[in-house]
């Protein structure tokens, strides 16, 4: 069983930056990720890292922006936001599963989710 808290979500103005944490205990052997869900809109893939840590998975809208990364003796992920835009704004959620590099974007890949964070982007 893995649980996951997501923490780190608040208010920023477009251009700046936050860092998410997901605290994951339990998530060892796992691949853990985030995606987002805008108001009536679909949940969307943002960011993955497999269960070592070294191979790292972007969305091509958060590429360069966003970086994901894994304390894996704290079994913590990070997720820093740079440059944020106010269409990012949205619930982050992260997630936990074994999937396959083919699959590793794809909501149904993952067994464990968080509460979610919200992250409001102002103009």
């Known amino acids: 069983q893995v649980q996951l808290t997501e923490s780190g979500g608040g208010l920023v103005q477009a251009g700046e930056s936050l860092t998410l944490s997901c605290a994951a205990p339990?998530?060892?052997?796992?691949?853990v990720a985030w995606f987002r869900q805008a108001p009536g809109k679909e949940r969307e893939f943002v960011a993955a890292?497999?269960?070592?840590?070294?191979?790292?998975y972007y969305a091509d809208s958060v590429k360069d922006r966003f970086t994901i990364s894994r304390d894996r003796a704290a079994s913590t992920i990070y997720m820093k936001l740079n440059s944020l835009k106010p269409e990012e704004t949205a619930i982050y959620y992260c997630?936990?599963?074994?999937?396959?590099?083919?699959?590793?974007?794809?909501?149904?890949?993952?067994?464990?989710w968080g509460q979610g964070t919200q992250v409001t982007v102002s103009s």
């Open positions: 339990g998530s060892t052997g796992y691949s």
């Open positions: 890292i497999k269960a070592s840590g070294g191979t790292t």
């Open positions: 997630a936990a599963g074994r999937p396959i590099t083919s699959t590793i974007r794809s909501i149904g890949a993952y067994y464990y």
